[in-house]
């Protein structure tokens, strides 16, 4: 014989509401996962957009070294250009050489026939180039020159006929008198003097 039931006598079950704090801890959960998607997502572009602005920085940097290291340079050459310029003239002044009377020197001892094309003096020689009408001329214009104390040595260094045959090209060459070069000989006649023997102590200097 079967059984009936009536659906209605069976007895349900309910579910319990879910409390407050459990709702808070899910939501809670939802929200701290939601937050960790978030910055696994966003947290490589921040870092990447630092890196680049931290890069900009570092480049505008050092650009700006670049510029004060070229600068320094800049002026460190300067320095060293001034520097030389002063030792230059201390040199000068030490060796007590007046170009302004080196000039006079050339003037007063230069023969007419001669011409000079070019004048250079440092703080050891004088060189002058030029052309003359004859060899005779170059020879005068050289003793005439040995014989100022200015100059220690004077040098004729080279002399060459030009083409045409009516002139001498040449190139002479003067020390300059140096105080620590002088010869502790205290024999020695000064430069241009007249020596004890009675010969000019000036022959002594530079052939010609």
Avoid: W
């Amino acid at each position: 014989m079967r059984r009936t039931y009536d659906i209605n006598l069976i007895p349900r079950k309910y579910r319990k509401p879910y409390s407050s704090k459990t709702i808070i801890l899910i939501i809670g959960i939802i929200v701290i996962i939601a937050s960790l998607f978030y910055l696994a997502a966003s947290v490589p572009s921040m870092l990447k957009n630092n890196a680049l602005a931290k890069r900009t920085q570092y480049d505008a940097q050092i650009a700006q070294l670049s510029e004060k290291e070229t600068e320094f340079y800049e002026k460190a050459e300067r320095r060293s250009m001034l520097s030389d310029k002063v030792e230059y003239l201390k040199t000068f002044e030490e060796t007590k050489t007046d170009v302004v009377g080196i000039f006079d020197i050339i003037e007063t001892t230069c023969p007419k026939n001669v011409v000079l094309s070019n004048v250079s003096i440092n703080e050891e020689f004088v060189m002058l180039t030029g052309m003359a009408g004859s060899d005779s001329e170059i020879a005068v214009f050289a003793l005439h020159l040995r014989n100022h104390d200015i100059f220690t040595s004077v040098f004729i260094t080279s002399s060459t006929t030009t083409e045409d045959k009516t002139s001498e090209a040449f190139t002479i060459k003067m020390e300059l008198y140096r105080a620590e070069t002088e010869s502790s000989d205290s024999s020695e006649a000064p430069l241009g003097k007249t020596a004890p023997d009675g010969d000019t102590a000036g022959d002594t200097k530079g052939g010609v």
